[in-house]
């Protein structure tokens, strides 16, 4: 007969088995819907359905329910047994992956976005990089999932000759695993505060900061990989407090590198009213649901394409092109147009002239200017053009800048240097189709800041010696505009601060781009520029504000930030090209 005691047990180990098996089989339909989902998106990839939203979602919780059986595996499986050693090895080989797998996603999706070319085959390594960590992550899970189910009583206590031997060898490679460990934790709550308050700690974390939020939904996973490592490696018995401040610290901080994506609904919420109270409430009324629906992104964020990417085509693209060479430097543009004739696409062959930031000391055009912004805009019929000026060469090598463009430049000259690309485009706009009846200016940051001052300049009509002078100016785009920032490099006071000398009644639609833990460019100077157009009885400049996003936190192409900014930024150049606002 059997014992109470042995009983109890029983009934113990019957009520895991339950719960485990009920853990094991959800790993593994999740993965394996998660990968059939991975494949039909990339089958769909340029027609949007909700099941992308859904797939999206699918994903997040797939890997939550891993991770939840990894530590489940850890806590309860018997080490002694075969399978138990395999789902250990397992483990720890799945969590090691994902913490590449989320560098190799962004990896990957970067390098696509400055690629100039739109072919597959040469932009093959990045994809494979995205596709193989994505993938990777799934297929791992799904192996877990599955032998769980096959092995569902292997955490019982069972007998076995099986002893662990641990050398001093592995004690030390495990030391040092522990150890790079608390580093990344380290880290990661660096980063962490960076993401909370990363407009009030200064120019050093504001740089730091560029590299935060917006990557931070990869951040939660590698943080929530780290600290499981960790776990398995503790022995809760014996330091108990450890353990259980490891778990605690890791949670917390994934719980903060959510945070941006949790508040991604409140940011497409405001920005709909910021858009609706600036252009007027029937804004969505005067763009054709066939334009809505063939050419622009149907929702204002896609978990999946945060991780896998989009697709840019239907672009051409002629890069380094000469328009000025004089006082020491050449000058070069890059013009990405349309595959067939943007007169029939909603862009209708208007002008896009981007400005790359970098303190007005370094940066370049390409690489250096968001790239897939131009290819993107190019495919849905505006002439793009990606322009150089000249630099001053007094400054910090913080991004790659050729020496041809360096030299004693004050604000007057590079705003003057643009303006010689402006008289090259008016010669030329037959060469490009180029439609100069519709001309936007955007930049980021330094770009962001020469838009205002060229953009509101040019509309101004005071500068005629400046600028071509039958350019008429449709909108401006900046991006975190550092208004007031180059007084350093010398220059007159309405290029150095346009919002104060130059934005009247009549200065064209703005559309702004600003993170609320911006730390180089304070969200307080896009308020500035809107206010000064509200002073100057101009409502038409809206500021589009994204919580816990630092400087540049457009970077990442299909972020979070810049999915939801592109969203409204592609509708305003739609309605001011064709004159609704």
């Known amino acids: 007969m059997k014992t109470q005691t042995n009983l109890m047990k029983e009934t113990k180990y019957t009520h895991i088995n339950l719960e485990k098996k009920l853990l094991s089989y959800g790993a593994f339909l999740f993965n394996l819907v998660s990968l059939i989902f991975g494949g039909t998106y990339l089958g769909t990839i340029t027609h949007y359905t909700i099941f992308w939203d859904i797939g999206g979602i699918i994903f997040l919780i797939t890997l939550c329910i891993n991770f939840l059986l990894i530590y489940v595996n850890s806590v309860e499986a018997n080490n002694k047994s075969i399978l138990g050693r395999k789902l250990s090895k397992l483990g720890y080989l799945y969590l090691a992956y994902t913490i590449f797998a ?71 490679i495990k030391l040092c695993i522990m150890v790079l460990c608390y580093l990344i934790l380290l880290a990661g709550l660096y980063f962490a505060i960076i993401t909370l308050f990363g407009a009030d700690l200064g120019y050093i974390n504001g740089a730091i900061g560029i590299f935060i939020a917006q990557f931070d939904l990869f951040f939660a996973f590698i943080i929530l990989s780290v600290a499981l490592i960790l776990l398995k490696l503790k022995d809760k018995k014996k330091s108990p407090k450890s353990y259980y401040g490891t778990a605690i610290l890791g949670l917390v901080l994934a719980g903060i590198f959510i945070a941006p994506l949790a508040a991604t609904p409140y940011s497409i919420a405001t920005a709909d009213d910021e858009f609706a109270t600036t252009f007027g409430s029937n804004w969505r009324g005067m763009i054709p649901s066939e334009i809505e629906a063939n050419y622009f992104l149907q929702t204002p964020f896609s978990i999946p394409e945060y991780f896998l990417g989009m697709f840019s085509n239907n672009y051409r693209v002629n890069a380094n092109i000469l328009f000025y060479d004089g006082e020491g430097i050449q000058l070069y543009f890059d013009v990405y147009t ?25 940066g370049d055009k390409g690489f250096g200017n968001m790239m897939q912004m131009n290819k993107y805009f190019a495919a849905q019929g505006y002439i793009v053009f990606d322009i150089q000026y000249g630099l001053h060469e007094d400054g910090w090598e913080i991004l790659p800048t050729p020496e041809y463009v360096r030299g004693n430049f004050t604000v007057d000259d590079m705003v003057r240097h643009i303006g010689i690309f402006t008289k090259y485009l008016a010669s030329h706009a037959a060469d490009y189709q180029a439609n100069l009846d519709s001309v936007f200016i955007s930049g980021g940051s330094a770009g962001g800041h020469l838009t205002c001052a060229v953009g509101l300049g040019i509309s101004s009509g005071n500068y005629s010696a400046l600028f071509g002078t039958n350019l008429t100016i449709k909108g401006l785009i900046p991006f975190y505009p550092a208004n007031g920032h180059a007084a350093r490099f010398g220059g007159s006071p309405e290029f150095i601060n346009p919002d104060d000398y130059l934005v009247d009644s009549n200065s064209p639609p703005c559309l702004v781009f600003q993170g609320l833990e911006d730390g180089l460019v304070h969200p307080s100077i896009s308020q500035e520029l809107r206010d000064a157009y509200i002073a100057a009885g ?42 609704f606002i």
């Open 338 to 362: 349309p595959l067939k004739d943007g007169s029939s696409l909603p862009g209708n062959n208007s002008v896009i002239i981007r400005i790359h930031g970098g303190g007005w000391t370094a």
């Open 102 to 172: 989320m560098l190799g996603m962004f990896l990957g999706n970067f390098l696509y976005s400055i690629s100039y070319s739109c072919e597959i085959y040469t932009n093959i390594g990045a994809l494979m990089i995205t596709y193989f960590s994505f993938f990777g992550i799934l297929g791992i899970g799904l192996l877990i999932g599955y032998l769980n189910i096959r092995g569902v009583k292997y955490f019982q206590s069972q007998s076995s000759t099986y002893i662990e031997k641990t050398s001093s060898g592995l004690r030390i």
């Open 538 to 579: 101009n409502p038409k400049c809206a500021v589009l504000y994204f919580p816990f996003a630092g400087h540049a936190a457009d970077l990442y192409f299909t972020g979070y930030y810049n999915q939801v900014f592109l969203y409204y930024m592609e509708r305003f150049l739609y309605l001011c090209a064709h004159n």
